[in-house]
């Protein structure tokens, strides 16, 4: 079996992909910029030969490459890279070498917002109201009917980039001044929580592994106010949520990836639907899928890719947290303090790579345990600036 993966040096802790295919026989052929001298030994170890671009985003380039690994190992059977922003180079990859797995058209329903809300309408499940606009005019109109605040958000696009909260029509005309032409994406504001349900499917469109996980705040606030973030996963899952992720999935028809979708619960206890995703919620989120649960997905998704039959059990035994902290802040408490304080739940740490540094910060932390209320004592100790109380 050969599988082609785009970028298998980032995000760093995303190797142990490449690494569980290559157990069990599989040549992982890699494709990325990076310099092979420059990749970590695990990186190099977890693949059966690397082909070197000089940018991924220049899409020639890679398809010449898949293009010598076909001539070198023969048909290529799977095509990944398990993040946002190649997506859309997979799914041409597989559709100009016939390759298994999604193709363009099929990646619709998971690029633009406004797809995804047509989706969850077809589902039955909650949304906000929301239209799509390309002028301030437009723009302008939607909100005399939805009153104010608003979302704007690209129709395209990965974690809030350019996505803000909107309160006034001077802010409205300070957006569309400054907007790139595109479709944009108004939907009226829902005070609440957000609330994902993650995990992975098999090749039928199952979920072997399914999960759930609370953040601290918006991902919008996050970026816009560059304010930190915490992440933790639930040990139970409430009904609603359940009933609600378990349909969308079922309706997406996602089989053998992860999956990764997003609701907001709102103040009045209303569960509504925010986004789709054909891939993990990205950061540490990975590591918090095992550490949470004694589980390795690597090697469930490995099993899956290869068509082997998966059974797992897990029962979700901790609460596991993502804490982040930016390097532009100064915190009450400094790094040694806080692996002193709290070694007897720290999980992993280590500095944090790729395009979300914005929102998950540029360190993360995990910490897992069963009470909720010690993974979130340490949330907040370890995110108390130097101005607060720090307790």
């Known amino acids: 079996m050969n599988v082609v993966y785009l970028s298998p040096q980032l995000p760093s802790n995303y190797y142990p992909f490449c690494r569980q295919l290559k157990i069990r026989g599989v040549k992982v052929l890699g494709i990325s910029q990076e310099s092979y001298d420059l990749m970590r030994y695990d990186v190099k170890e977890s693949l059966t030969e690397y082909f070197r671009v000089s940018n991924l985003e220049i899409y020639d380039e890679v398809r010449r490459a898949v293009g010598y690994f076909i001539h070198r190992y023969g048909r290529i059977d799977r095509i990944e890279s398990h993040t946002e922003k190649w997506l859309e180079t997979e799914a041409r990859l597989r559709e100009d070498f016939n390759v298994p797995g999604p193709k363009p058209k099929h990646l619709i329903r998971f690029q633009r917002k406004s797809e995804m809300k047509k989706l969850f309408k077809e589902t039955g499940v909650l949304t906000g109201r929301s239209r799509l606009v390309r002028t301030y005019d437009q723009a302008q109109e939607l909100v005399n009917e939805m009153g104010f605040p608003v979302v704007i958000k690209p129709d395209i696009g990965a974690g809030a980039s350019n996505t803000h909260k909107i309160s006034n029509l001077q802010e409205l005309e300070d957006y569309f001044f400054l907007k790139p032409p595109a479709d944009y994406l108004i939907e009226e504001y829902i005070r609440g929580i957000i609330h994902s349900f993650d ?28 304010s930190d973030l915490f992440i933790y996963s639930q040990r139970a899952i409430l009904k609603d949520l359940e009933e609600a992720g378990m349909a969308l999935l079922a309706q997406s028809k996602l089989t053998g990836r992860f999956f990764h979708i997003e609701f907001i619960r709102s103040t009045d206890g209303g569960l509504y639907a925010l986004e789709i995703n054909m891939r993990p919620p990205g950061g ?108």
Not at 208 to 220: D, E, K, P, R
């Open 284 to 391: 540490l989120s990975t590591e918090m899928f095992n550490y949470a649960n004694d589980i390795d997905v690597y090697s469930v998704w490995a099993d899956i890719t290869v068509g082997r039959p998966v059974t797992l059990a897990y029962e979700r035994p901790y609460h596991c947290c993502y804490i982040g902290r930016k390097l532009d802040k100064l915190y009450h408490h400094r790094h040694y303090d806080v692996l002193r304080t709290y070694k007897d739940i720290i999980a992993h740490h280590a500095p944090i790579q790729g395009r979300f540094r914005d929102s998950l910060g540029d360190y993360g932390y995990l910490v897992r345990s069963p009470s909720l209320e010690l993974v979130l004592g340490a949330a907040r100790y370890f995110q108390a600036l130097e101005e607060e109380d720090g307790d």
């Open 199 to 226: 995990g992975v499917a098999d090749n039928d469109g199952k979920p072997v592994f399914y999960t759930s996980h609370v953040l601290s705040q918006g991902i919008m606030e996050t970026v816009n106010t560059n």
